[in-house]
């Protein structure tokens, strides 16, 4: 039974599991986390974020320019060579697994790409203590854990409350892009997202799928579920335009 002296856990939409990172990531980690992965002031667990200003994003990218977030970047399969096809943008990637972010850095550092910056933090946290209410021209999040028991629903990351909040976070002009590979999921994000207040479904007039994201590099979540002979569904929402979106 929980203890009623310790605080209960959050429910998150990611798994805590044991961070053992092999020796290439370790070499990434020490090389360019100073660099490129932000530190934040953490609340109950070290993936939380506690309540605090929100980042100086001047300050962080040394420059201001159009802001693109990528909630859950995994390894960077598609975060690396989108920003490096961005270089005009600043990219702040949501990543919890500190092996994957471990990755990532290498992939930046082989790259050369210099206008990303990493948070191992929960994305939900991050959204609402460190960016301000419209102050971010695109969101993208692909392939999110799909949690697919009924009684793990209330993990999935795509919900009412977290549509509000990157509603919330969207400039007037901002886009969410989804993609997913599991048509239960693609069905639920339509459910939540087409009545979501303070977004609008771009596609919603040729059948509310939008078409695969071009820019988009195909990473092992989507080969797997091609393989699997799964429909990969891409969406794509933009702010609406008047200010109904909850803080
Ligand atoms: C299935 S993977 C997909 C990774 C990547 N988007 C891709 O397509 O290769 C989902 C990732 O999201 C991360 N994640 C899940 N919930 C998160 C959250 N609330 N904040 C930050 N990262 C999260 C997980 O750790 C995992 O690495």
Same mark, same amino acid.
């Given at each position: !039974?929980?203890? #009623?002296?310790? %605080?209960?856990?959050?429910?998150?939409?990611?798994?805590?599991?044991?961070?053992? !990172?092999?020796?290439?990531?370790?070499?990434?980690?020490?090389?360019?986390?100073?660099?490129?992965?932000?530190e934040v002031e953490q609340?109950?667990?070290?993936?939380?974020?506690?309540?605090? #200003? %929100?980042?100086?994003?001047?300050?962080?990218?040394?420059?201001?320019?159009?802001?693109?977030?990528?909630?859950?970047?995994?390894?960077?399969?598609?975060?690396? &060579?989108?920003?490096?096809?961005?270089?005009?943008?600043?990219?702040?990637?949501?990543?919890?697994?500190? &092996?994957?972010?471990?990755?990532?850095?290498?992939?930046?550092?082989?790259?050369?790409?210099?206008?990303?910056?990493?948070? !191992?933090?929960?994305?939900?946290?991050?959204?609402?203590?460190?960016?301000?209410?419209?102050?971010?021209?695109?969101?993208?999040?692909f392939f999110p854990d %799909?949690?697919?028991?009924?009684?793990?629903?209330?993990?999935?990351?795509?919900?009412?409350?977290?549509?509000?909040?990157?509603?919330?976070?969207?400039?007037?002009?901002?886009?969410?892009?989804?993609?997913?590979?599991?048509?239960?999921?693609?069905?639920? !994000?339509?459910?939540?997202?087409?009545?979501? #207040?303070?977004?609008?479904?771009?596609?919603?007039?040729?059948?509310?799928?939008? %078409?695969?994201?071009?820019?988009? #590099?195909?990473?092992?979540?989507?080969?797997?579920?091609?393989?699997?002979?799964?429909?990969?569904?891409?969406?794509?929402?933009?702010?609406?335009?008047?200010?109904?979106?909850?803080?």
């Open positions: !039974m929980h203890s #009623p002296t310790r %605080p209960r856990r959050q429910v998150v939409s990611f798994v805590r599991r044991s961070a053992r !990172m092999n020796e290439s990531q370790q070499r990434a980690w020490q090389r360019h986390a100073a660099e490129w992965v932000v609340h109950e667990t070290s993936t939380s974020v506690a309540e605090q #200003p %929100p980042l100086d994003l001047g300050t962080l990218f040394g420059r201001t320019a159009p802001l693109l977030v990528e909630i859950g970047s995994g390894t960077g399969d598609s975060l690396v &060579p989108m920003a490096a096809a961005r270089p005009d943008w600043n990219v702040l990637a949501f990543e919890v697994f500190q &092996p994957a972010v471990a990755s990532t850095l290498g992939k930046l550092a082989a790259a050369g790409v210099g206008n990303v910056r990493l948070l !191992m933090h929960d994305a939900v946290g991050g959204l609402t203590h460190l960016l301000t209410p419209a102050s971010v021209d695109e969101v993208w999040t %799909p949690w697919h028991k009924t009684r793990h629903h209330k993990r999935r990351l795509v919900s009412p409350e977290f549509a509000g909040l990157v509603a919330s976070r969207l400039t007037d002009t901002g886009t969410w892009r989804l993609a997913t590979d599991w048509d239960d999921y693609a069905e639920w !994000m339509r459910e939540v997202l087409d009545v979501a #207040p303070g977004l609008v479904n771009v596609h919603a007039g040729d059948g509310g799928w939008a %078409p695969r994201f071009a820019d988009r #590099p195909v990473t092992r979540f989507e080969s797997r579920g091609l393989a699997a002979g799964r429909t990969i569904r891409d969406l794509t929402y933009r702010r609406a335009e008047s200010g109904t979106a909850t803080p």
